[in-house]
């Protein structure tokens, strides 16, 4: 999705899902700031001028801010639970309009579980 992830998660014994998500967003920003930076990308100074602002708003020690600071975790308890969640996760760019068939957006899992393979390792728990 452009403006949002969804994602099933868990955490190892002892890690906290909030800690988890914490550091993955401080992973990613980083990253995707990186590539950014290094890339060609036409909309590169659009997107650092946004990431600089968002930064700025909220008065922190960065020079960038990509991800808000909220999340918001639901707890799956069961399998029918599991599959409903990752049943919409794969929906929902098609119910968006970005593609017509869930296999069709390359980041989703849907095409990781479909037969091609896709460009997001997946490991199942």
């Known amino acids: 999705m452009p403006s949002h992830i969804h994602m099933i998660v868990s955490s190892e014994k002892g890690h906290l899902l909030p800690e988890t998500i914490r550091d993955f967003k401080k992973f990613t920003s980083r990253k995707l700031i990186q590539n950014i930076q290094e890339c060609g990308e036409s909309r590169r100074e659009w997107l650092l001028n946004k990431f600089s602002y968002a930064a700025d708003r909220i008065k922190r020690n960065s020079k960038y801010k990509v991800w808000k600071d909220s999340f918001h975790p639901v707890q799956l308890s069961t399998n029918k639970m599991i599959s409903q969640r990752l049943n919409y996760i794969h929906e929902n ?33």
């Open 93 to 125: 760019p098609v119910k968006d309009g970005i593609v017509t068939s869930s296999n069709s957006y390359l980041y989703s899992s849907a095409v990781t579980f479909g037969e091609r393979g896709g460009m997001l390792l997946i490991s199942p728990v």
